[in-house]
């Protein structure tokens, strides 16, 4: 079983130090086999915000916690209009990665990362063709007993960012990218965005999405809140193929407690869902198989 937690939209330029440093206390404590931030690692591209979210991961990784990161359209200088169009992700390159399309193997899953951060398109994402092929190039040779993860900033679905029913935008280039998913059967797909939690079957939005589960993150430690959602991320637990279950830990004011705990088992080409927040967790407040 592979324990991943998954944050995103940490902004720092506008986020808490408290749950900033909250997070790296429980990420040491419960050590994941991975975690992953999936984009908008700074407010607005400042120097002093990416030497900041750089301070964060060399927290992590001075813990020993592996790590896959990529941007999100924040890590874009939005105001800066020469850098933004000369040099984009200079800053990110700089302070964070190279890789902007960062690839993890183990034994148990695969992960790709696709960079959807864009000059021209401001907040929105675009996926490109070169990036479809790379989705399927990297996948092709991954044995079938591994969960194939997927991790963008933007959201390669339409998805409810609201109380009622208004859906965000998906990635440009969506339906051609719901294609390369397929193609490469790719299992879970994570991203951020919106500040809001979230978590379906593809298959309940979109027919020929594939054998996908969509799950959204919300803002680990942004003091931009979006529909009253306190800050957020998710803790996950795959089981090779075909079983995950999904907690959302949750800022309280004070530290971070689980919240809502559901568990997932693929099948056929379709993931079903069961609540299991009534459940009692082990004794080690570790979530495991046990609880279905």
């Not at 190279?98 to 690839?103: E, N, S």
Request: glycine fraction near 6%; include cysteine; hydrophobic fraction near 40%.
């Amino acid at each position: 079983m592979a324990r991943i937690a998954h944050l995103s939209d940490i902004h720092f330029g506008a986020n808490d130090p408290n749950i900033v440093a909250a997070t790296i206390d429980w990420l040491t404590e419960k050590r994941p086999d991975l975690v992953i931030i999936s984009g908008d690692l700074t407010q607005r591209a400042r120097e002093k915000q990416f030497q900041d979210a750089a301070d964060y991961l060399g927290a992590l990784r001075q813990n020993e916690l592996p790590l896959l990161v990529i941007p999100g359209n924040h890590d874009v200088p939005l105001y800066d209009v020469f850098r933004r169009f000369a040099s984009p992700l200079g800053r990110y390159k700089r302070y964070i990665a190279h890789d902007l399309c960062p690839w993890v193997e183990t034994d148990e899953v695969a992960v790709l990362g696709i960079n959807t951060a864009r000059s021209l398109t401001i907040k929105d994402g675009r996926i490109n063709e070169q990036q479809m092929q790379l989705i399927r190039q990297r996948f092709n040779n991954v044995t079938p007993d591994k969960t194939r993860i997927l991790v963008t900033h933007h959201p390669l679905f339409a998805l409810p960012i609201g109380r009622g029913n208004e859906l965000g935008e998906a990635a440009g280039r969506h339906q051609d990218a719901l294609q390369a998913i397929n193609d490469a059967g790719i299992h879970i797909s994570l991203a951020g965005h919106f500040h809001r939690t979230y978590a379906e079957a593809a298959r309940k939005m979109v027919a020929a999405a594939g054998p996908t589960l969509v799950i959204q993150a919300g803002t680990a430690t942004s003091t931009r809140l979006r529909n009253q959602e306190p800050q957020s991320f998710n803790w996950l637990h795959v089981q090779p193929g075909n079983q995950m279950e999904l907690q959302v830990i949750v800022w309280n004011g004070d530290d971070f407690q689980r919240a809502s705990h559901v568990g997932f088992v693929l099948e056929g080409d379709e993931w079903h869902s069961e609540n299991l927040s009534t459940q009692p967790m082990t004794t080690d407040d570790s979530l495991t198989a046990d609880h279905r």
